[in-house]
Each structure stands twice: as structure tokens, then as C-alpha cells.
């Protein structure tokens, strides 16, 4: 069984936003349009609860709404985002994350996915290594 949380994570308008691959105006306007609930801290700053994001991540991932300039990283094969879907198996697993317009899906062990304690919501980096990387001109 994975590990519970005792609260679960939220996020800033500022980190949403660069997981959805959008500026963060953007995402504030998002907000205020109701498109994603948001609550306040004892600060006063607006968060987003993570099953919430990664709901609407695969929204805006689905219609596009995402902005086409988004940079994620200098690392290359580096895509920073937020786990949309957890399937555990007996032995092994899948993990989706929305990185901002793109899905990635890994299958790895469940063992790995409980030691690094995975869940809907968390923010989490998929990295790629290939030795074969197709590329389409647009």
C-alpha cells in the first residue's frame, strides 16, 4: 500500500503554472475564471490543491490551451509535472504525468513507486534517456 500524506500538496499560482507550461497570468486568470478551484494559506497566498491541478492538467493538455513558448528546464529530457494516474500491479507499475502540454507514462516497479511515495497530485520530473528519438518537422 503507498504511504498517506498527512496533508496534500499544494501549489502556488507561480508553481501551477509552470507545470501547466502557461505564464503565470495565465494561470491566475485560470483561477479567477473559476476554471480551477483555488483556497488561500495564512499568508493570503492563493494554492491550488494538487488532485486539483492534475485534473485540470489534463484538461488544458486535452484542448490545448496550454502556451506554445513554454520552457521547462535547461536539463535536457527533463520534463517537470504533476502525477495524473498511479497504477499499481503486483510487481510492477505505471505513472502517468502531465508535463505541461505532454503526457509521459512510465512503467517501473511498484517497489520504486512506493519508495518515492507517488500519488495523484504530486509534483514529480520525468526523465528520458533513449537511444531512439523520433522527430517529426511540424
Keep these: 500500500m ?3 500524506l498527512s496533508h496534500m500538496q499544494s501549489y502556488t499560482i507561480g508553481q501551477a503554472a509552470r ?11 485560470w483561477a479567477d475564471a473559476g476554471k480551477v478551484a483555488t483556497h488561500r494559506d495564512d499568508g493570503g497566498r492563493r494554492l491550488i ?7 485540470f492538467s ?30 499499481l500491479g503486483d510487481v510492477a507499475a ?4 502531465q508535463a505541461g502540454p505532454h503526457r509521459l507514462v512510465s512503467l517501473l516497479t511498484r ?24 522527430i517529426d518537422r511540424t
Design 2 to 4: 503507498l504511504p498517506t
Design 19 to 29: 507545470l501547466l507550461g502557461v505564464s503565470p497570468d495565465t494561470a491566475r486568470r
Design 49 to 55: 490543491d494538487g488532485r486539483d491541478l492534475a485534473a
Design 58 to 87: 489534463i484538461v488544458v493538455a486535452q484542448n490545448g490551451t496550454g502556451e506554445d513558448d513554454a520552457s521547462y528546464t535547461s536539463a535536457r529530457n527533463a520534463f517537470p509535472g504533476i502525477v495524473t494516474a498511479v497504477t
Design 94 to 97: 505505471q505513472v502517468e504525468i
Design 111 to 134: 517497489e520504486a513507486v512506493e519508495e518515492l511515495g507517488l500519488e495523484v497530485g504530486m509534483q514529480a520530473t520525468a526523465r528520458v534517456k533513449s537511444t531512439s528519438v523520433h
